[in-house]
């Protein structure tokens, strides 16, 4: 069985940063891509950042410039790091690891529980 686990979650005032981390652990043959998402209340979740096993990355839009996502693939690990928070960063982070399992041995998406970031004023 495979499992993701967030940390780093919290509240932040805001203009500061915020660091999460998220590991992947189990029966796990291959990750080939971690991602975080965020949703805010009443809100669809969205991207915030994604990073391929061969090191590409995306950022979402609302996050340019104030993110960045990094790996430790031997540690099936991600980290966020979000810079200048904003009150309209405050959601659920979420990781998000499409990966190939001994057991299943095709890649599917696995997701964490989500962790609460809560940025005030």
């Known amino acids: 069985q495979v499992q993701l686990v967030e940390s780093g979650g919290g509240s932040v005032e805001s203009g500061g940063s915020l660091s999460l981390s998220c590991v992947a652990s189990?029966?796990?043959?291959?990750?080939?891509?971690m991602d975080w998402y965020r949703q805010a209340p009443g809100k669809q979740r969205e991207l915030v950042a994604s990073?391929?096993?061969?090191?590409?990355?995306n950022y979402g839009e609302s996050v340019k410039g104030r993110v960045a996502i990094s790996r430790d693939h031997a540690k099936n690990a991600a980290f966020l790091r979000l810079d200048n928070l904003k009150s309209e960063d405050t959601g659920v982070y979420y990781c998000?690891?499409?990966?190939?399992?001994?057991?299943?041995?095709?890649?599917?998406?696995?997701w964490g529980q989500g962790t609460q970031v809560t940025v005030s004023s």
């Open positions: 189990g029966e796990i043959l291959k990750v080939s891509v």
């Open positions: 990073m391929n096993d061969l090191g590409n990355i």
């Open positions: 998000r690891a499409t990966l190939t399992s001994q057991t299943r041995r095709r890649p599917e998406s696995v």
